[in-house]
């Protein structure tokens, strides 16, 4: 049974960084692209950033590009966003979810088959 773990969540102040971390189990981590979704106080659940098996390619949602970036340990079997430069409207729950493709690099939700619990970011102006 895959599992995700996300840590790293908490309140920061506007123009500060964080580093949100995924763990995962049950199956060949290196095998599978990973993303990031956000889901804020009343919205749907949105694409953030994507990246596939190896690293090698990346996928961001517009409201994040260059102040997000998504990288991979395979050796750990962790994922990691690296948000810096936050914002107010970068207050959300943060998912991190995996689909079962090596190069899906897409925003569709119902393309990702596990999802992790999620972990708060709150950013205050």
């Known amino acids: 049974q895959v599992q995700l773990v996300e840590s790293g969540g908490g309140l920061v102040q506007a123009g500060d960084s964080l580093r949100l971390s995924c763990a995962a189990s049950?199956?060949?981590?290196?095998?599978?692209?990973m993303g990031w979704f956000r889901q804020a106080p009343g919205k749907e659940r949105e694409f953030a950033a994507a990246?596939?098996?190896?690293?090698?390619?990346?996928n961001y949602a517009d409201s994040v590009k260059g102040r997000f970036t998504i990288s991979r340990d395979n050796a750990k079997n962790t994922v990691y966003l690296q948000m810096n430069n936050l914002k107010p409207e970068d207050t959300a729950v943060y998912y991190c979810?995996?689909?079962?493709?090596?190069?899906?690099?897409?925003?569709?939700?119902?393309?990702?088959?596990?999802w992790g619990q999620g972990t708060q970011v709150t950013v205050s102006s």
């Open positions: 979810a995996a689909p079962d493709s090596r190069f899906y690099l897409g925003t569709r939700r119902n393309q990702y088959t596990y």
């Open positions: 049950g199956r060949t981590f290196s095998n599978y692209a």
């Open positions: 990246i596939n098996w190896s690293g090698g390619s990346t």
